[in-house]
């Protein structure tokens, strides 16, 4: 679509006052339900309640890395890039291959945490490097095509990127031996896992790696003028493609890390893991608001905390309805808050 | 001096009003009947090699299965050639629409039975009977009930949006049949147990008596369409597919589907020239959700039963792939696609390979490759043919439009760039 440089005039967005106030009201009610059934939830049984919060946070901060890939490449050129979590697939078995392949490591060892932090850095190269492909070879010619072609392209390409897991991990599950220390601390009957700990000490610094590379470097400063105005930063000598590009390469990083993080504390790897874990990704990504950093670290850190608890606690709906329940999010919080919850509102532009 | 010319030109005749689609009915049947024929009365008689190639590449009941792939992407194509809004949980229809007929015509429903016109076999003692055509209209009316249900929060938002929430309705709804032998505690679709059978359909039926494998005569009749009935099948799952191709073209013609063209064209400028937005979107969905429907219910009569693994998120794609290979809103391109793309998944691929790996001696899994195969057709469509195999020429236009009357700026020219550079 056509983008101008004149701000654009929204649509109506409801005739109704009326229709409004009870929209508002219907979403407090929803709010209240959920803090109601967190609270007897807690009081039922308040170890188990905060063991399943640990365990959900430490995969939130998983989500919370692919959900920055989704939302990085949201802001800067407004495609749901669909391939993003066949990527972190795709990292999950790079790594696998690196450390059970190339290093032969099985266990915690000396040689172990060599061979994981070679992983980190080739995963991420490995990631960032595969985002980047896609982007030069595909979106970036369908970047003033409707809106539909670089979707309906991101789809495939997430197709592609199935083919070539299932071609390398086959089609079954495989479990993958960690080379972290296992086992957990007990705070009071709270369980809180060493593997836990790591994907904090892993997540954390990158994810401050991140936003300092987006708020102070001269990177991040034509990263975020181009997804104001692509045409205006041009015009201020920004090289766009390189900057998408640049942005691409990031957002791949992150899937890499996460993918890494993933196969180690999980320790399992699937083909089709990207499209399951990619959409929950992509839901904390909308849940904190889409093409907001902040917001996706918090969308990431909820969801993984909602199922975390929804698998872990005594009235939760258990694992089934996992993905019931973390959609049923997502088409709630479109209907109610389509900005999110740190999103600033965004029009869309004729 | 030559004289300006003031005429007025000549009206033509509407461009756009394409006559021959006035005939498709005969031509539509006649091809039918050619099926019908070469399968019921020909195909029996011929020599057993023939006879094992058509088995092998073409046997009806891939055929079938084609044409119920054929209504399901020609209800995705209104929804997404038509009006423009991406749908990639289109199969959560088809689902709806299958276990209305489970519902509707099975033991399953826990009441004594209850038969209206139906055909519930001998000895059923609980469940819903209802007669075939009543069962369609139910399942279409449930389905639209859904489509209007799931557009009517989601419409107002961002075309992109709007296909994740489609995605997520698409995720939901089979998981909730397939968790379903408990859902809140009633058990509303045998889980994955699966629903079946469920009551044959009168029809029909062409039976070739066969004595020591030749094929004696074949008799012609009305009666209960067995599991291997395909000619029978055949028959009416060509009868919805053309129900659904005339409501697609005629509604493609009329206020509804100008409308939706310009929706799908401008939402802008269509909302400005009075085009109810809300409302033409969500009748853009009632009438895909209407086609998912028929199709689901041919689909729970085509397996004889109804069960939720089926229904994943890479049918909604392999719907999105028949209706961009064949060109998104023309009606005979995705026919087209919706045929080719069903035989190659159901029976090409797999015949293609074991040919290649017979002749070659290979042992490839070529079936393994359906995911490059289907990803690969979507993005280079995308990149070199948009518009599809056998595109309308108003779609066309619009999507090479591309960057015309905008005021973006183009790369600047390397060579002027480096010239710039040399004079500094």
């Known amino acids: 679509m056509a983008q101008s440089p004149t701000a654009a005039a929204s649509l109506p967005k409801s005739r109704l006052r009326l229709s409004a106030y009870g929209e508002r009201v219907a979403a407090y009610t929803i709010l209240a339900a959920v803090f109601a059934w967190l609270v007897v939830n807690f009081l039922d049984n308040p170890q188990q309640f905060l063991s399943a919060a640990v365990f959900g946070i430490s995969n939130g901060a998983l989500y919370a890395l692919i959900a920055l890939g989704y939302s990085l490449v949201y802001g800067i050129i407004e495609l749901i890039n669909f391939a993003h979590g066949d990527l972190f697939m795709l990292g999950t078995l790079f790594s696998g291959f690196i450390i059970t392949v190339v290093f032969g490591s099985k266990a915690m060892s000396a040689m172990g945490w060599v061979a994981f932090l070679v992983a980190l850095v080739l995963v991420i190269l490995f990631c960032a490097s595969i985002n980047m492909s896609i982007e030069f070879l595909a979106y970036r010619r369908l970047r003033h095509a409707p809106k539909l072609a670089p979707l309906i392209t991101a789809v495939g390409m997430s197709f592609v990127l199935q083919f070539v897991g299932l071609k390398w991990n086959g089609s079954t599950q495989k479990s993958q031996p960690s080379v972290l220390p296992q086992g957990y601390i007990d705070l009071g009957g709270v369980r809180i896992y060493t593997s836990f700990l790591i994907v904090l000490a892993v997540t954390i610094p990158i994810l401050g790696l991140m936003t300092w590379i987006v708020t102070k470097t001269r990177m991040g400063k034509a990263m975020r003028a181009t997804a104001q105005d692509q045409d205006a930063a041009r015009l201020m000598g920004v090289n766009v493609n390189r900057i998408i590009s640049f942005t691409f390469g990031i957002g791949g990083a992150l899937a890499g890390v996460a993918g890494l993080m993933y196969e180690q504390t999980v320790g399992t790897t699937r083909y089709d893991l990207g499209l399951q874990l990619g959409l929950i990704a992509f839901t904390a990504a909308v849940l904190g608001g889409i093409g907001s950093l902040p917001g996706a670290v918090l969308g990431g850190v909820l969801i993984g905390l909602i199922q975390g608890l929804n698998e872990g606690v005594r009235y939760g709906a258990g694992q089934r309805w996992t993905q019931s329940v973390v959609f049923s999010i997502l088409i709630l919080f479109m209907v109610f808050k389509p900005t999110g919850l740190m999103g600033v509102s965004m029009r869309e532009k004729v | ?424």
């Open chain 2, 1 to 424: 001096m030559a004289q300006p010319n003031f005429a007025v030109p000549v009206p033509q005749r509407p461009q756009n009003v394409d006559r021959t689609k006035r005939s498709w009915p005969i031509g539509f049947a006649i091809a039918a009947v050619v099926i019908f024929i070469f399968y019921s009365f020909i195909l029996p008689y011929l020599t057993p090699d023939i006879r094992t190639v058509v088995q092998h590449w073409m046997p009806l009941g891939t055929i079938n299965t084609a044409l119920i792939w054929a209504m399901s992407a020609l209800g995705l194509n209104i929804v997404v050639g038509y009006a423009g809004l991406l749908d990639l949980g289109y199969v959560a229809f088809w689902a709806l629409g299958g276990y209305a007929a489970a519902w509707l015509m099975s033991y399953f429903v826990p009441v004594s039975a209850i038969n209206i016109l139906g055909n519930a076999a001998p000895g059923t003692k609980t469940g819903l009977h209802l007669n075939i055509l009543l069962v369609l209209i139910g399942a279409a009316a449930f389905c639209a009930l859904f489509g209007v249900i799931i557009g009517a929060p989601t419409l107002r938002l961002r075309s992109d949006y709007l296909a994740l929430v489609t995605l997520g309705f698409g995720e939901i709804i089979p998981q909730i049949f397939k968790n379903g032998d408990d859902f809140f505690g009633h058990n509303i679709s045998n889980g994955t147990q699966s629903i079946g059978p469920i009551d044959a359909v009168e029809g029909v039926t062409a039976r070739t008596t066969v004595v020591a494998g030749v094929a004696q005569h074949t008799d012609v009749g009305w009666g209960d369409l067995l599991a291997f009935d395909h000619s029978g099948r055949f028959i009416m799952f060509t009868l919805l597919t053309a129900l659904i191709i005339f409501i697609s073209l005629r509604i493609r013609q009329g206020r509804l589907g100008r409308a939706w063209l310009a929706i799908r064209e401008d939402e802008l400028a269509a909302s400005a020239m009075g085009v109810p937005l809300m409302r033409a979107k969500l009748a853009a969905y009632a009438v895909g959700a209407v086609a998912g429907g028929i199709c689901g219910v041919a689909y729970a009569l085509q397996l004889n039963r109804m069960l939720p693994d089926p229904f994943t998120f890479s049918v909604s794609i392999t719907l999105l792939a028949m209706v961009v290979l064949g060109g998104m809103g023309n009606v005979w391109g995705v026919l087209v696609g919706a045929l080719l793309i069903a035989w190659f998944n159901s029976t090409g691929l797999p015949e293609i390979g074991d040919t290649v790996n017979g002749t070659f001696g290979t042992n490839i899994d070529f079936p393994s490759y359906s995911f490059l195969i289907f990803g690969g057709t979507l993005v280079i469509m995308m990149l070199f043919r948009r518009e599809g195999l056998l595109p309308e020429r108003r779609t066309r236009l619009v999507l090479h439009e591309g960057a015309a009357g905008d005021t973006q700026a183009e790369e600047p020219d390397e060579e002027l760039v480096d010239q710039a550079g040399a004079v500094k």
